[in-house]
């Protein structure tokens, strides 16, 4: 039971142009081994798996909206891509909910081999207007302190970035830290940087019930605080971008050599 925890941190969003706009809050997410899910559950009074809590994880939440079992879910993409890791861990960062709430803009899926080399990184982006897509990307150096990757955008996110920009991935993989931070670049130069950073604590009643107090409706406070900012965003008069249809494929495919290709999962 010593995968799962708790990291404290914060996320900061720097937007560099055309108007700049910075702001940073204060979170908790969660890695969950999702094998380790269903004895979780069973030791921990305050959260809860697939049923309401103070805290809980629905796997409904991710995947593809469904009743089957998440690991089994990510197993299956990452086979279906020729990414057979066997019994291999699976690790997701992401908010869990909250008094039954949550939005998670992006979830992190850390993919592990049998010898428990990170193998590959799902990233998992959803937008406000109840779309998900996947960045399938596989690691090539497990040994490296740091994971770096890129793709080209391809699914809609934020009303004031266009389509027309690629994500650039620095990834701490988690441990005592983990960092997560993305920088967004257009054809001239920066567009966006994106970074969560946490420190590791355990995951017990006595840190859930921390947490709480510390960061009382955080994951409420995660979609207002999406909307105030775009607003405020939208105050500094940068010009709305069109919402184009979401890909008919759900997960991109990003090869070793950068390329991506489109795969229905």
């Known amino acids: 039971m010593n995968s799962s925890c708790l990291y404290a941190g914060q996320v900061m969003h720097h937007r560099m142009k055309p108007n700049r706009h910075r702001f940073i809050y204060r979170v908790t997410s969660m890695l969950v081994d999702l094998e380790e899910l269903p004895a979780l559950s ?3 009074k305050l959260f809860s798996l697939n049923r309401f809590n103070l805290f809980s ?8 909206g469904s009743d089957r079992p998440l ?3 990510v197993r299956g993409t990452l086979s279906q891509h020729g990414m ?3 019994r291999g861990h699976v690790r997701l960062l992401c908010y869990p909910r909250l008094l039954g709430y949550v939005f998670n803009p992006l979830s992190v899926f850390y993919c592990y081999d049998e010898q428990d080399h990170l193998a590959a990184i799902l990233y998992e982006v959803s937008n406000t207007f109840n779309q998900k897509h996947n ?3 596989p690691v090539t150096d497990p040994a490296a302190p740091q994971v770096r990757q890129s793709c080209d955008k391809a699914f809609y996110v934020s009303p004031f970035i266009s389509m027309a920009t690629r994500y650039h991935f620095r990834m ?3 441990k005592d830290r983990v960092a997560v931070c993305i920088r967004q670049t257009d054809q001239d130069s920066a567009v966006l940087h994106a970074t969560f950073t946490g420190q590791r604590r355990e995951l017990s009643d006595r840190s859930l019930l921390s947490t709480f107090f ?8 995660v979609i207002a605080g999406i909307h105030w900012e775009a607003l405020q965003i939208w105050r500094k008069k940068v010009p709305l971008q069109p919402r184009p249809a979401p890909p008919s494929e759900r997960t991109t495919l990003v090869t ?4 991506e290709r489109h795969e229905t999962i």
């Open 42 to 44: 069973q030791r921990l």
């Open 57 to 64: 994880f629905h796997e409904r939440d991710h995947g593809d």
């Open 71 to 73: 690991i089994e879910q």
């Open 84 to 86: 057979d890791l066997g």
């Open 135 to 137: 960045y399938l990307i």
């Open 172 to 174: 701490q993989p988690p």
């Open 214 to 221: 510390r960061y009382p409706l955080m994951t409420f406070k």
């Open 256 to 259: 070793d050599r950068g390329d």
